[in-house]
């Protein structure tokens, strides 16, 4: 009765470890497969380039205030009352660079929160 417990013993765990070869781990096979459709995916479905772009608009000094600029125009579309040498020098230096943005209303919230 003994060696029937070794010898099945034995014969399980020499399965186990030849099917933990044999089979690639289950993480590795589902990225695979992940990888996989998100490519077929990918491959199958075209994304049309739109034909509009979205405005950029632009934060910084102008003339010595903070001023707001539409890529596409030269001059400011806003001019604030807020002098740049009343900002911190990190604020200045950015302003300096220019802030951009595509969306609206985060040129409001920049607006607001250089000139407030």
Sequence with gaps: MKNLIIITGSILFI???????ALPPKAEAEEHTEQASITELSESVSIPEPSVTAPVYVLKEYEGKVAAFNSEQSKPVYISDTNVSELPQADRNLLKKGI?????KELKRLIEDYCS
């Design 15 to 21: 399965y186990i470890l030849l099917t933990s070869y």
């Design 100 to 104: 951009t943005t595509t969306d609206q």
